[in-house]
């Protein structure tokens, strides 16, 4: 019903302005509210294997390709909710021989 609404026009959104103040102010809310540890998890990681005394170099490489695979994509994900997620559609392949990854771009012929 709301959206029939504001489809003919009888009810008025916000600016886009405020619509981004809004968001802004939620997204700063919220920031105690989330349980993920983003970037910190590879360095959790690490200290793990430390603790267990078993700093095995192939795991430490493991940790690393992973968390290179993760920073690149983190810049490709859009800085707002409702922008393109073409990010998401990125395919990657890692070596684990090597500790190397590729990454095709959605748009890259197979």
Do not use: H
């Not at 009810?11 to 405020?18: D, H, K």
């Not at 700093?55 to 909710?81: G, N």
């Amino acid at each position: 019903e709301w959206v029939a609404q504001v489809l003919n026009n009888a009810v008025q959104l916000p600016s886009p302005e405020a619509q981004e103040e809004w968001r802004r102010g939620y997204i700063e809310q919220r920031q105690g509210d989330t349980v993920a540890l983003g970037g910190l998890s590879f360095d959790y990681c690490r200290e793990l294997v430390d603790e267990l005394q078993s700093a095995d170099e192939d795991m430490l490489q493991r940790i690393t390709a992973v968390q290179e695979m993760y920073e690149d994509a983190s810049v490709k994900r859009p800085a707002f909710p409702g922008a393109p997620d073409t990010y998401r559609r990125r395919n990657f392949t890692i070596d684990w021989d090597t500790f190397t990854w590729t990454v095709k771009e959605p748009n890259e012929a197979a």
